[in-house]
């Protein structure tokens, strides 16, 4: 979805547009790097393995961005990733490096960094997949503060419990097929697929 890997099929639209791809001279040819710039920094990502600069702090690491991508003044983009950090529950690591902290705590800067760039949607993929379980809460519960905040996400997941009690909608995917679709009271409560049904017994919530 954000153009990081090519899908092989199918389209993505955002706000009437197609991403990775424009039309020209009658033909479709993929878009430059620049060109998914704009696209990029409305929509946030926060991956699996964290990501940080090693060589930042956690303040650092979320003010990078605003201010070389975007031009906004330091001292704006620093008052306002310190109440990121809050909203993080991070206040007190500010002045931590990526080494310093724990896993969880990484994964909270990430997401504060993501943030900071101003999306209008954020995109997680298996955020909490490479955290100890007793991490894991951490991450989710800043999610799920974003989802009471209305933010538009899209979560890529195993945490069924949790998807249960914030997604709007499900999608359920084997080998790279849409199998199922819908509210999760739907989806899986009553899995219409033998895949999801295997998949379910298989996850632990």
Known sequence: LNMLVVPDDGEIVWRGTRVGWKEEKGRWIPQKERELLAYRTEVGMVFQSFNLFPHMTALENIIEAPIM???RPRAEVTDEARALLAKVR??????AYPHQMSGGEQQRVA????LAMRPSAMLFDEVTSALDPELKGEVLNVIRDLAAEGMTMIL????????RQVADEVMFMAQGVVCEHGKPTDVLAAPRTQELRTFLTRVTD
């Open 69 to 71: 991508v975007r031009g």
């Open 90 to 95: 991070l206040t007190h690591r500010a002045d």
């Open 111 to 114: 997401i504060a960094r993501a």
């Open 156 to 163: 890529v997941s195993h945490e069924i419990g949790f998807v």
